[in-house]
């Protein structure tokens, strides 16, 4: 929405530019129709049963509708299941604390606040978002019901029909997903990386033959506009073991990088001579390979393309070779085959909370400021005597939190423009012109029904859009699922509009103005903490306590995937921003999304050398070799320290050479391979070699990078 606010001020022709960004973003996609109807068909079950059983809080089952998981089969039971659990430690929560500060005025403002502090922990410290939700949901609107002045007894009788209500939306979502959901080859991450494996394929096939069709291009254009978000989201929260989310988190990334230059390379015009053809032939062969090992759980092989072609006139050619070499070299270990099934530790770690949950302040950060605008509702609708607005603008404040991927003027923007939409458009003006003449739950299902299909498909478009529908959703919703009968007064609708606003205001306040910084900063600001937290995980374990050379790596490592994460999301949002500095912070982005999936591959490296750190049995090292592995990691730690230093524009002296390190670490496993016939220890130590210099080259490589960029920028 922020490319569509520039273009409006910039475009003689911003109209067809907007309806063509529109056709572009609701055009019918494969798979998106049938998730599509399974949203709406799910929407309007909960909404007939709320209706027909008059079940209150019905806008909390179908909100939740819209936000479960649908990846899968089995990501959508373990949603649903987490979900179930958390709506009812979130009654219980607010059934028993609320019962031992009702009577104490200022023990229940304390409550209040604290309880708006859990609730947006709660959102960014557990992992299924939807279980996360549907608990500070349960939080957010169970607050207001204890701040009326009624008998307990109807207080608790309300609490349990909020409870009940979400448990409706929760199982009947859940029951149409396993009815309806087509059992498809590979699992919810492979799939979508082999789909863009083979959008990329077939546009260089059909380049290659000179005539790149149009569906091949809108195929790869669309992948990139989708993004690797969702996946990264996925991935995040699955119960697959740390080492396979680390490999995947970096066959992501570069996929993703190769989707976005080839994008790229479909708006350019190039002379192709029969050597590009060629070249472009082998490259789509690759790609094929690597997708069919994908696919059977292989072990994808090395690739390795011819280095001189410098009279290539395919502009990317050679950074898309170096992608696609770099992605077998994602699974460092042959121990990937391994780990397509989740130990038990992983997986009830995966349900509740992340591994960094009390370790990571980003956790508490976005606590605090959420907590701050919750409260800041609070005051205000408490201060003036309103309370209809409360529950509508506490529950905003929650479900506005994790805003899709924008920049804080694109988050502006979707959010206003979805309260207008959603509020008084579609809200009000159905009020006035539609319900008046709906007698029954039967026309009040067609309305239903078309309002739930507009906002599902535009939740379905990419992430430009998808929370503008997503918000409409959420106001229309508050709005007409919260009686029984029809409204012949406007005062309900209005307070839940003003509730609405409210939290918007607030959110705007607190999350875009509050200490915000550029997203560009804030990108560059990640990608030096990414560098840090590789250098202390360099050095890790520095201690010789099992219980602390597990647990203190566990942290970092997460803490690592987190930060890698956020950058590409920050990268992601900056694409929305627009302004005077638009074109350089594009620049820092080119250059940051070029670097990234090195630091990842150096991340994922590191992480098999672990295991001959600490000696984990199979993988002991001789001690000549560990020594030489201490020095050689300590001048990683070094290396990376020294690049982020220069990211931060410090003066950093340098402590030894890195190269002579890694001469000695290779000396020292030469030396132990020719002193005897173990023909065992002589294979670990060669595959404990070239992993190492795996690391080298990607950390000269990336460091040499950093080195002329900065350079470059203090002239």
């Not at 349960?138 to 019901?145: H, Q």
């Not at 979400?166 to 396993?178: D, F, N, P």
């Not at 082998?282 to 069919?292: E, F, N, P, S």
């Not at 924008?406 to 009020?431: H, P």
Request: with cysteine; charged share 20%; proline share 4%.
């Amino acid at each position: 929405m922020a490319t569509v606010a520039q273009s409006l001020r910039e475009s003689p022709r911003a109209l067809d530019w907007f309806l063509e960004f529109l056709k572009e973003e609701l055009a019918p996609v494969p798979g998106r129709a049938g998730i599509v109807a399974r949203m709406v068909i799910a929407a309007t079950l909960v909404m007939i049963i709320c209706e027909t059983f008059r079940i209150p809080y019905a806008f909390e089952g179908a909100i939740y509708t819209l936000i479960i998981s649908r990846a899968s089969p089995r990501a959508t039971l373990r949603s649903s299941g987490a979900a179930l659990l958390f709506v009812g430690v979130g009654g219980a929560y607010v059934l028993i604390s609320a019962s031992f500060v009702i009577s104490v005025p200022i023990l229940h403002f304390l409550w209040v606040i604290s309880s708006f502090f859990l609730a947006f922990y709660a959102l960014s410290a557990i992992t299924t978002y939807g279980a996360a939700s549907t608990f500070a949901l349960v939080i957010a609107v169970g607050i207001p019901i204890w701040e009326r002045h009624v008998s307990a007894e109807t207080n608790v009788e309300d609490t349990l029909w909020l409870m009940l209500a979400v448990s409706t939306g929760v199982v009947v979502t859940a029951v149409i997903e396993l009815a309806v959901a087509r059992v498809k080859p590979g699992d919810e991450i492979l799939l979508p990386v082999v789909e863009r494996l083979s959008a990329v394929e077939s546009f260089l096939d059909c380049s290659a033959e000179g005539n790149p069709t149009d569906a091949s291009k809108k195929k790869v254009i669309r992948f990139g506009m989708l993004g690797t978000s969702n996946l990264r989201r996925l991935l995040r929260h699955s119960n697959y073991s740390a080492q396979y989310r680390a490999e995947m988190s970096g066959v992501v990334a570069l996929v993703g990088r190769l989707v976005d230059i080839t994008a790229t390379l479909t708006g350019l015009s190039f002379k192709l001579t029969d050597t590009d053809a060629e070249q472009l032939r082998i490259l789509g062969t690759a790609l094929a390979v690597i997708r069919t090992d994908l696919m059977n759980q292989r072990l994808p092989g090395a690739k390795h393309f011819e280095l001189d072609h410098a009279s290539s006139h395919i502009p990317l050619l050679n950074e898309m070779r170096n992608i696609v070499s770099l992605i077998p070299q994602a699974f460092s270990t042959s121990e990937s085959e391994k780990v397509h099934s989740p130990s038990s530790y992983d997986t009830l770690q995966s349900q509740l909370l992340t591994p960094d949950a009390f370790v990571n302040s980003e956790h508490l950060k976005f606590a605090l400021r959420g907590c701050l605008a919750a409260s800041g509702c609070y005051i205000i609708y408490n201060s003036i005597a309103w309370p209809s607005i409360g529950a509508p603008a506490i529950a905003t404040c929650l479900l506005t939190a994790v805003s899709a991927v924008g920049a804080s003027r694109q988050r502006q923007i979707l959010r206003f423009a979805a309260f207008i939409v959603g509020g008084l458009l579609i809200g009000i003006g159905s009020e006035i012109l539609i319900l008046p003449h709906v007698d029954s739950i039967g026309g009040f299902t067609v309305f239903f029904i078309l309002v739930m299909t507009l906002v599902s498909w535009v939740m379905t478009s990419s992430p430009r859009l998808s929370y503008f529908g997503f918000q409409i959703a959420v106001i229309f919703c508050l709005i007409n699922l919260q009686e029984f009968a029809r409204q012949t007064s406007l005062a309900a609708a209005r307070d839940r509009i003003v509730g609405v606003g409210l939290g918007l205001c607030m959110m705007w306040l607190v999350f875009d103005r509050l200490w915000s910084v550029p997203v560009a900063m804030e990108m560059k600001r990640a990608f030096i903490s990414s560098l840090r937290l590789l250098a202390r995980l360099a050095r890790e374990p520095a201690s010789k306590d099992p219980k602390v050379y597990v647990a203190r790596p566990n942290s970092l490592r997460e803490m690592t995937n987190r930060s890698f994460d956020q950058v590409r999301a920050l990268a992601d949002a900056l694409l929305f921003e627009f302004g005077p500095s638009r074109q350089r912070d594009l620049a820092l982005r080119s250059q940051i999304v070029r670097w990234q999936p090195r630091l990842r591959m150096l991340f994922i490296t590191r992480l098999a050398l672990w295991r001959y750190r600490v000696g984990v049995p199979g993988f002991e090292l001789p001690a000549p070799v560990a020594t030489a592995q201490q020095e050689f990691d300590e001048g990683l730690s070094d290396v990376v320290d020294r690049m982020a230093d220069r990211l931060e524009g410090k003066a950093s002296a340098r402590k030894g050479d890195f190269k002579d390190v890694v001469r000695n670490l290779e000396k020292q496993v030469l030396s132990c391979c020719s002193k005897g016939p173990q023909e065992p220890l002589a294979a670990e130590l060669q595959t404990f070699l070239a992993l190492s210099r795996s690391i080298e080259n990607v950390t000269l490589s990336l460091d040499n990078e950093i080195d002329g960029a900065t350079l470059h920028d203090s002239r």
